[in-house]
T-cell receptor, first 113, second 113 residues
Framework: KNQVEQSPQSLIILEGKNCTLQ??????????LRWYKQDTGRGPVSLTI?????NTKSNGRYTATLDADTKQSSLHITASQLSDSASYIC????????????FGPGTRLSVLP | DVKVTQSSRYLVKRTGEKVFLECVQD?????MFWYRQDPGLGLRLIYF???????EKGDIPEGYSVSREKKERFSLILESASTNQTSMYLC????????????FGPGTRLTVL
C-alpha cells in the first residue's frame, strides 16, 4: 500500500534554532517528492520539489534532502522564525497518468519567541 | 500568480441540507481536485477532474458528488450533509505534467450541526 509517514507529529522550538522534519515513504512508482507549508487556516504552499535523481534542494532557509534508496526525505529549517510556525506536509507523486498524490499527515511546528 | 479561490471560508449547515462548495482557478489548469483535511489524517482525495465534464472518484467519494461544467470551475456537492462531513475542504488545481505542482485554495471550514 502506498503510504507516507512523517515524524515527529509535532515539534516546539525556540526562535533562531534549527530543526529537521522527517518523511518516510513506501510509494511506487515514484515520480517526485514535495514539501508543502500550510499556515493555519490556509491552503498548502509548495516549498521544494525533488525528483529521483535530486538529493538536495534549497529554498531560502529550507533545505530538503532525498535518499531514494532508503525512501526517506528530510526538511531542515535553519535559524527558525516565528513565521515558520505551520504544518509541513510531505507529498509523493506517483509516476502514472492518474492524479495520484500520496500525502503524509504533516508535522505541526511551533516556533516560540 | 496562480490563484485558486473558494466560495466560502467558513460555512455552517444543518444535517440533511444540500451544500455547494465552489472552486475557481485562473491559470487554465486541466486538473482540479477536492480534498478534505482532518486532524491526524492528512489530506484525503474526494474527487478529481482532468477535463470539463470528466470526473474520477478519489479515496473517499461516498456522500459527495462533483460538477465541472467549465474548465475553471469545480464544484463539490454534499447532497444531504451529515455531522461526519464536518471538516476542512481544500480545492486544488494543477497542469498535466510529471512535475505538476498542485496549487491550493484557502480552504472552506464546514461545520454540520
Amino acid at each position: 500500500k502506498n503510504q507516507v509517514e512523517q515524524s515527529p507529529q509535532s515539534l516546539i522550538i525556540l526562535e533562531g534554532k534549527n530543526c529537521t522534519l522527517q518523511c518516510n515513504y513506501t510509494v511506487s512508482p515514484f515520480s517526485n517528492l514535495r514539501w508543502y507549508k500550510q499556515d493555519t487556516g490556509r491552503g498548502p504552499v509548495s516549498l521544494t520539489i525533488m525528483t529521483f535523481s535530486e538529493n538536495t534542494k534549497s529554498n531560502g532557509r529550507y533545505t530538503a534532502t532525498l535518499d531514494a534508496d532508503t525512501k526517506q526525505s528530510s526538511l531542515h529549517i535553519t535559524a527558525s522564525q516565528l513565521s515558520d510556525s505551520a504544518s509541513y506536509i510531505c507529498v509523493v507523486t506517483l509516476e502514472n497518468y492518474g492524479q495520484n498524490f500520496v500525502f503524509g499527515p504533516g508535522t505541526r511546528l511551533s516556533v516560540l519567541p | 500568480d496562480v490563484k485558486v479561490t473558494q466560495s466560502s471560508r467558513y460555512l455552517v449547515k444543518r444535517t440533511g441540507e444540500k451544500v455547494f462548495l465552489e472552486c475557481v482557478q485562473d491559470m487554465d489548469h486541466e486538473n482540479m481536485f477536492w480534498y478534505r483535511q482532518d486532524p491526524g489524517l492528512g489530506l484525503r482525495l474526494i474527487y478529481f477532474s482532468y477535463d470539463v465534464k470528466m470526473k474520477e472518484k478519489g479515496d473517499i467519494p461516498e456522500g459527495y458528488s462533483v460538477s465541472r461544467e467549465k474548465k475553471e470551475r469545480f464544484s463539490l456537492i454534499l447532497e444531504s450533509a451529515s455531522t461526519n462531513q464536518t471538516s476542512m475542504y481544500l480545492c486544488a488545481s494543477s497542469l498535466v505534467s510529471l512535475r505538476r505542482e498542485q496549487f491550493f485554495g484557502p480552504g472552506t471550514r464546514l461545520t454540520v450541526l
